[in-house]
């Protein structure tokens, strides 16, 4: 089976859409979230769409198989808040290990088939790293600017974690993303390239930042330019950005950071802005249309979609990729 450097080079790239917006359409209850092994659990779990790969792995699987029908080359486990940090919400901790380690079977064992039926074209895993729900960088408390609700080497501790499960369960690669404090990004780096010294494995990474609004920043205020700065010590597969914005508003920021890198780039914008409740309206069609912007200006080598795209966007998103070239940077040239 080729590599995912390999695939890179000869084609645009189609990542998944979102997961959550998926599981919403099962309308799962506190039971279901629950499950057999969790039904006494002593705190409420409904909304830890983490904890569904132990408690609903078959719609975990459903969900990653209709985003490889739609054509994504990669799908990501589901493993946004898999840390010690994040699951301290629901008192689990303890399960952290277990819960990455799952997700990565699940998601593996899809892409495995589909690469057996389809050798031409390969399907890949991407452990997703998420923020947690604490920064580094910013005090939660505005009367006392100097506290930090989180340290380093907290974080550190429980990325390594969360990466040795994910390495563990057959990830192809690791997707730290959603990035709105690079220190808690660095502090995922830093715990990848810890696993890949220990165990000798040379795994690639994506990085994929979060610009939260029209001043053009992350939310602990770096601009594109210093992100990218701030992350480009690590040889990184790609670097990119996310979330928060539609594909249009994100436009002039790939904009920058393609002109900029010497990695690939990706990009998995929302599906245009939420409205007055919360949801997202832009079609698969009109995402389509804004994203062939992108391909048409060479911006980007990874293109996929997050929240409010399901596989309708996907295929729209998949159809238009094939017939551009991807990005060619100054080192690949």
Known sequence: MSTIQ??????????????????????????DFRGERFKDYPTSLKGNNDLLSLTQPLAIAEIHK?????????????????????MADYNMEDLVYELNY?????????????????????????????PTNKTASMSPNVNK?????????????????????????????LLVETIFDTLNAKAALFAIEE???????????????????ASGRTLSGQTVEAFLTSISHIP?????FNCALGAEQLKPYLQRLSRETTFYTSAHP???????FGEYDQSAQQMQMLIEDYLQDGL?????????????????????AKKYQPRVTKLHV
Do not use: W
């Open 66 to 86: 209709l985003y490889f029908e739609a054509g994504a080359d990669i799908v990501e486990t589901n493993t946004f808040s898999g840390t010690t940090i994040a």
């Open 270 to 276: 929302n599906a245009g802005l939420p409205n007055a």
């Open 102 to 130: 799952q997700s990565a079977r699940i998601a593996k064992d899809v892409a495995l088939q589909f690469t057996y039926e389809n050798p031409e074209k390969p399907r890949f895993v991407a452990g997703s790293i998420g």
């Open 195 to 213: 696993v890949k010294e220990e165990r000798q494995i040379d795994i690639p990474i994506m990085v994929s930042g979060t610009i939260t609004d």
């Open 236 to 240: 990184l597969l790609s670097v990119g």
């Open 300 to 320: 980007i080598n990874i293109i996929g979609g997050c929240c409010g795209t399901n596989p309708d966007h996907i295929k729209a998103i998949a159809e238009v």
């Open 145 to 173: 600017p100097e506290y930090r609700a989180i340290t380093f080497e907290e974080l550190r501790v429980a990325y390594k974690l969360q990466v040795e499960a994910l390495v563990d369960g057959g990830v192809d690669m």
């Open 6 to 31: 390999e695939e890179i080079s000869k084609r645009i790239l189609v990542l998944d859409g979102a997961m959550g917006t998926m599981l919403q359409r099962y309308k799962f209850s506190e039971e």
